[in-house]
Every structure is written in C-alpha cells, then in structure tokens.
C-alpha cells in the first residue's frame, strides 16, 4: 500500500485498515529511493509489477467505458451553427 506515494513524494492516494492482524513493513521513502538505487535489480522488479498494476487498471477502465450503454456515455452532439 502506498507505494506510488512513497515513488512519487506525494500524499497517497487512499488510507487501508487491516481487518486481521498483519506483518507490515514499512519504509520511509529516502531509504526506499536508496534502496531501489543500491539494489537495481529490485528497482526494476518494482516498476515492472507497478506499470502491470497500472496498465490492467487502464485496460479494466477502458473496457468499462467501451461496454457503457450510450445513453450514459454523455456524448455531446456536434452540431452546425447556422
């Protein structure tokens, strides 16, 4: 959780409460950037899972969007001026 954040500096973008009990680890974002610079190999492994992650959630949203009925898609009209 929170790996985009900590890659990009930012807030993330969602918060996650465990609803069982977990074994987490948490890195604070130098020592991740330090890390995936030391350990290339790992760096390359993470932005390999990551664009996946990020291009099945764009395929999921475009085949959602493909399949939406017209009459919810809002598509403007386009029509001449006179």
């Known amino acids: 959780m929170g ?5 990009s500096g ?3 973008l969602v918060d996650a409460y465990a ?3 977990v074994d987490a680890l ?3 974002p130098d020592r991740l950037r330090a890390l ?3 350990e290339a190999e790992l760096g390359e492994r993470i932005m390999r899972a990551l664009t ?3 291009r099945s959630r764009a395929s ?6 493909v399949l939406m009925p017209m009459s919810l898609a809002r598509v ?3 029509k001449q001026r006179p």
């Open 36 to 38: 995936l610079i030391a």
């Open 10 to 12: 930012r807030p993330a």
């Open 19 to 21: 609803q069982e009990p």
């Open 52 to 54: 996946s992650e990020l």
């Open 26 to 28: 948490i890195i604070p």
């Open 60 to 65: 999921s949203r475009l085949r959602a969007a």
């Open 3 to 7: 790996e985009l954040a900590q890659l």
């Open 76 to 78: 403007p009209s386009h």
